[in-house]
C-alpha cells in the first residue's frame, strides 16, 4: 500500500505566499508523475501542477508565474511553491503520485487526503 500526506496548508492574505510539501510511502518501486489538485468548494477538482519523473513541469494557465512545482523522486517527495496568492486560489489542495509498486507493474493514483488553503482579501 503506499500513502501519501500533504502538508503546509493555512490562512494567507491576498498577496501572500505558501508552500505546500508532500510525502509518499509505503511499497513505491516507481513514480511517474507528481501532481497538485485543487478544489473550490462547489466545483470539480482540477489539475494545478504537476512534475514528471524526469523533472518536466506542467502548470494550468492561472498558475503560471506564480506556483512553482518541484520533486525528489528518490526521496518521494514534492512541493508547489504558491507566490502572489488571490482570494479564488481558496481551495482544498490534493497531492497526487502515480506510482508502480513493482518491475513491469501497472501504475496507480495514490491521493493525499487534501489541505486547506484560504486566502483573504
Known amino acids: 500500500q503506499v500513502q501519501v500526506v500533504e502538508s503546509g496548508g493555512g490562512l494567507v492574505q491576498a498577496g501572500g505566499s505558501l508552500r505546500l510539501s508532500c510525502a509518499a510511502s509505503?511499497?513505491?518501486?516507481?513514480?511517474?508523475?507528481m501532481g497538485w489538485y485543487r478544489q473550490a468548494p462547489g466545483a470539480q477538482r482540477e489539475l494545478a501542477a504537476s512534475?514528471?519523473?524526469?523533472?518536466?513541469?506542467n502548470y494550468e494557465d492561472y498558475m503560471k508565474g506564480r506556483f512553482t512545482s518541484s520533486g525528489d523522486i528518490p526521496k518521494n517527495t514534492a512541493s508547489l511553491q504558491m507566490n502572489s496568492l488571490k482570494p479564488e486560489d481558496t481551495a482544498v489542495y490534493y497531492c497526487?503520485?502515480?506510482?508502480?509498486?513493482?518491475?513491469?507493474?501497472?501504475?496507480?493514483?495514490?491521493w493525499g487526503h487534501g489541505t486547506q488553503i484560504t486566502v483573504s482579501s
Open positions: 509505503g511499497s513505491i518501486f516507481a513514480i511517474t508523475v
Open positions: 497526487n503520485f502515480r506510482v508502480s509498486q513493482a518491475n513491469g507493474g501497472r501504475f496507480h493514483d495514490y
Open positions: 512534475i514528471t519523473g524526469g523533472g518536466i513541469t
